[in-house]
């Protein structure tokens, strides 16, 4: 049973180069201009290995320079990408000592659709004709809330019936949308979808900020993957568990090493607790779905099975599982925390629990958080029955048909569930924090006494939010493209709106996360495929666009080398431009020192 200890173990490693890194550096170096030779600020230059699955990008300083010394070298792809411009790709071939220049030209794009089609998605959900943000706020919190409509495919042009049966689809995993509201859907997609070009012009802030920074992905995995969170070990390498195939993916970034590690097998069905539902297009293979994790002071990962309803540890040295059942009807643990103290934390979204986790005694507290409504009681209390149920027939989606939301008129999904989401402790009294993201709230637990304070948030959407230095908590307002700052001392509020690319476009910050040296925040922003840093000291955004367009990110995560580090994991996978999802790791001050090392070598 899932209860009993078990430990298992399946490693493949593979490399990621074709070549072995050498001691000495490939470097190229040259502008990016314009067809008619204008510098272009901010354009990014991205260089993929030979067999094209890691990547190294830096951006053009305000003359249209860059720089950037490679950890890998042989037959190379260089492309120059920029806002309102065709990519240009070259072949190059150096070696691992040898410096080019390399110059780049951006043409105009050929034809209108080429320009809209290079749009980020923010950009083409500017086209759907709401009536109002009251009318289109349903669709951010549903349909926006695990992709992006972020290239032809998936926001090609289909009749309402069509999109009518894959909102349908995404009923499957937990879309709480009504009859009507699907038929709204449907046809707000014909009508907006509708294969023209968008006429609409981004506008990139190439800041000092970004002409410093670089970017690092290594692809992991394959299109039906779903690397839900990574995060980073004490060890420097990045970990990231596969909700979608029940696996822990473990890159070494040193050597350029992908480790795959199987999680133990499961007498419960492909699909777990939720195997009655049709699970989003049919891709998960898994029975637990590892979700979120964090380390130990003891070296052991611990992580959140949202499917089977399990926590999870990993020891990284001897490749051991150990596998505690939740029970009391928890239903979709999510986010996950440890304290100080060793305890591990984390929220469990479905049932409306939160719940406390002692490695040494391995007692386990399920706290029920309070119901806020009749029928999200009602939620709390029968959906598990529900699910279960539903499992008689697998995948049949039994349960939507029998929810109230189908069945009750004026019934929706912020009626019926609580969904705690995001969790972090406060660094100041270890306080434990969390996010209700569908009832609007945000809750404090007493460790101690596990007294529970709840407050109403004043924008929608609170996701994941975590604590700076000073034990202020940053909370992203998915729902409402905006950044709240709380301070638990005096029970207020701050609102921050995101900056956006284009006046009518709107953002879905899903996760971020405080640098507790410097202050700064860093967000997700992943409807226009960017990162933002907020400095609150100046109330300032910088905006650090993805090399690659359809990037969803994750939870964000802090290296000791300096780098933000987070996992791509668009759903479905091979919506990502590159066809699978990836690490991705942002230094603010690796194109600097690329450039400073090519000027010293210079000299």
Same mark, same amino acid.
């Given at each position: 049973?899932?209860?009993?200890?078990?430990?298992?173990?399946?490693?493949?490693?593979?490399?990621?180069?074709?070549?072995?890194?050498?001691?000495?550096?490939?470097?190229?170096?040259?502008?990016?201009?314009?067809?008619?030779?204008?510098?272009?600020?901010?354009?990014?230059?991205?260089?993929?290995?030979?067999? #094209?699955?890691?990547?190294?990008?830096?951006?053009?300083?305000? #003359?249209?320079?860059?720089?950037? =010394?490679?950890?890998?070298?042989?037959?190379?792809?260089?492309?120059?990408?920029?806002?309102?411009?065709?990519?240009?790709?070259?072949?190059?071939?150096?070696?691992?000592?040898?410096?080019?220049?390399?110059?780049?030209?951006?043409?105009?794009?050929?034809?209108?659709?080429?320009?809209?089609?290079?749009?980020?998605?923010?950009?083409?959900?500017?086209?759907?004709?709401?009536?109002?943000?009251?009318?289109?706020?349903?669709? @951010?919190?549903?349909?926006?809330?695990?992709?992006?409509?972020?290239?032809?495919?998936?926001?090609?042009?289909?009749?309402?019936?069509?999109?009518?049966?894959?909102?349908?689809?995404?009923?499957?995993?937990?879309?709480?949308?009504?009859?009507?509201?699907?038929?709204?859907?449907?046809? =707000?997609?014909?009508?907006?979808?509708?294969?023209?070009?968008?006429?609409?012009?981004?506008?990139?802030?190439?800041?000092?900020?970004?002409?410093?920074?670089?970017?690092?992905?290594?692809?992991?995995?394959?299109?039906?993957?779903?690397?839900?969170?990574?995060?980073?070990?004490?060890?420097?390498?990045?970990?990231?568990?596969?909700?979608?195939?029940?696996?822990?993916?473990?890159?070494?970034?040193?050597?350029?090493?992908?480790?795959?590690?199987?999680?133990?097998?499961?007498?419960?069905?492909?699909?777990?607790?939720?195997?009655?539902?049709?699970?989003?297009?049919?891709?998960?293979?898994?029975?637990?779905?590892?979700?979120?994790?964090?380390?130990?002071?003891?070296?052991?990962?611990?992580?959140?099975?949202?499917?089977?309803?399990?926590?999870?540890?990993?020891?990284?040295?001897?490749?051991?599982?150990?596998?505690?059942?939740?029970?009391?009807?928890?239903?979709?643990?999510?986010?996950? #925390?440890?304290?100080?103290?060793?305890? =591990?934390?984390?929220?469990?979204?479905?049932?409306?629990?939160?719940?406390?986790?002692?490695?040494?005694?391995?007692?386990?507290?399920?706290?029920?958080?309070?119901?806020?409504?009749?029928?999200?009681?009602?939620?709390?209390?029968?959906?598990?029955?529900?699910?279960?149920?539903?499992?008689?027939?697998?995948?049949?989606?039994?349960?939507?048909?029998?929810?109230?939301?189908?069945?009750?008129?004026?019934?929706?999904?912020?009626?019926?569930?609580?969904?705690?989401?995001?969790?972090?402790?406060?660094?100041?009294?270890?306080?434990?924090?969390?996010?209700?993201?569908?009832?609007?709230?945000?809750?404090?637990?007493?460790?101690?006494?596990?007294?529970?304070?709840?407050?109403?948030?004043?924008?929608?959407?609170?996701?994941?939010? #975590?604590?700076?230095?000073?034990?202020?908590?940053?909370?992203?307002?998915?729902?409402?493209?905006?950044?709240?700052?709380?301070?638990?001392?005096?029970?207020?509020?701050?609102?921050?709106?995101?900056?956006?690319?284009?006046?009518?476009?709107?953002?879905?910050?899903?996760?971020?996360?405080?640098?507790?040296?410097?202050?700064?925040?860093?967000?997700?922003?992943?409807?226009?495929?960017?990162?933002?840093?907020?400095?609150?000291?100046?109330?300032?955004?910088?905006?650090?666009?993805?090399?690659?367009?359809?990037?969803?990110?994750?939870?964000?995560?802090?290296?000791?080398?300096?780098? @933000?580090?987070?996992?791509?994991?668009?759903?479905?996978?091979?919506?990502?431009?590159?066809? =699978?999802?990836?690490?991705?790791?942002?230094?603010?001050?690796?194109?600097?020192?690329?450039?400073?090392?090519?000027?010293?070598?210079?000299?």
């Amino acid at each position: 049973m899932i209860g009993r200890l078990r430990i298992a173990v399946l490693a493949i490693v593979f490399c990621f180069v074709s070549s072995p890194q050498s001691a000495s550096a490939a470097t190229l170096e040259g502008t990016v201009t314009t067809s008619d030779g204008q510098a272009i600020s901010g354009a990014m230059v991205t260089v993929f290995s030979p067999n #094209r699955m890691r990547k190294e990008t830096v951006f053009t300083d305000a #003359r249209g320079r860059y720089a950037i =010394v490679l950890r890998y070298d042989g037959e190379l792809t260089v492309r120059a990408r920029a806002s309102r411009f065709a990519d240009q790709i070259i072949e190059v071939t150096i070696g691992a000592d040898e410096r080019q220049t390399i110059d780049l030209q951006l043409p105009p794009f050929a034809t209108d659709l080429d320009r809209s089609n290079a749009l980020s998605a923010s950009a083409h959900l500017t086209s759907l004709p709401w009536r109002d943000t009251d009318d289109r706020q349903p669709f @951010i919190a549903q349909c926006n809330y695990c992709h992006q409509v972020g290239n032809p495919l998936t926001r090609g042009k289909r009749t309402a019936e069509s999109w009518k049966e894959s909102i349908q689809r995404m009923e499957g995993y937990m879309a709480i949308v009504t009859d009507e509201q699907v038929e709204r859907f449907s046809q =707000v997609l014909s009508e907006g979808f509708d294969g023209e070009p968008v006429d609409v012009v981004q506008t990139y802030d190439a800041s000092p900020e970004l002409a410093a920074a670089k970017v690092e992905e290594w692809l992991v995995g394959d299109g039906m993957s779903f690397i839900h969170d990574a995060d980073v070990g004490e060890d420097g390498k990045l970990y990231g568990v596969d909700e979608g195939h029940d696996v822990i993916w473990i890159l070494d970034r040193e050597s350029n090493t992908v480790e795959k590690v199987a999680l133990p097998d499961s007498d419960l069905p492909v699909g777990g607790l939720l195997s009655g539902a049709a699970m989003p297009i049919g891709i998960f293979t898994g029975k637990h779905g590892p979700h979120s994790l964090a380390q130990a002071k003891d070296g052991r990962f611990w992580f959140t099975n949202a499917l089977s309803s399990t926590l999870m540890s990993f020891d990284p040295e001897t490749r051991g599982f150990e596998v505690i059942e939740i029970g009391e009807g928890a239903l979709y643990p999510h986010t996950i #925390r440890i304290d100080a103290k060793g305890i =591990v934390w984390f929220t469990i979204a479905v049932s409306n629990q939160l719940a406390r986790f002692d490695p040494e005694t391995k007692e386990l507290t399920v706290l029920q958080l309070p119901h806020n409504g009749f029928w999200r009681w009602a939620t709390d209390t029968f959906f598990p029955l529900l699910l279960k149920y539903a499992a008689r027939t697998p995948r049949g989606n039994k349960h939507i048909a029998l929810s109230p939301h189908k069945t009750m008129s004026g019934i929706e999904y912020a009626d019926l569930f609580n969904l705690p989401y995001g969790i972090d402790i406060n660094p100041k009294d270890g306080g434990v924090w969390y996010a209700k993201l569908w009832a609007n709230k945000i809750g404090h637990v007493d460790p101690e006494t596990l007294e529970i304070t709840e407050y109403d948030t004043p924008l929608k959407g609170p996701r994941r939010p #975590r604590f700076d230095a000073d034990g202020i908590l940053w909370i992203p307002a998915f729902d409402e493209s905006a950044l709240l700052r709380f301070d638990p001392k005096t029970g207020e509020f701050k609102i921050f709106e995101l900056p956006t690319l284009s006046p009518d476009e709107y953002e879905t910050p899903y996760a971020l996360n405080v640098d507790r040296a410097t202050g700064d925040v860093w967000l997700t922003s992943n409807m226009s495929d960017r990162i933002l840093r907020f400095i609150p000291s100046e109330e300032r955004f910088i905006s650090y666009p993805s090399p690659t367009r359809v990037t969803w990110l994750r939870d964000l995560v802090f290296t000791k080398d300096g780098k @933000i580090c987070s996992s791509s994991s668009n759903l479905p996978a091979y919506a990502i431009e590159d066809g =699978v999802p990836s690490f991705i790791c942002l230094d603010p001050e690796g194109g600097a020192r690329d450039r400073a090392r090519v000027a010293d070598a210079q000299e």
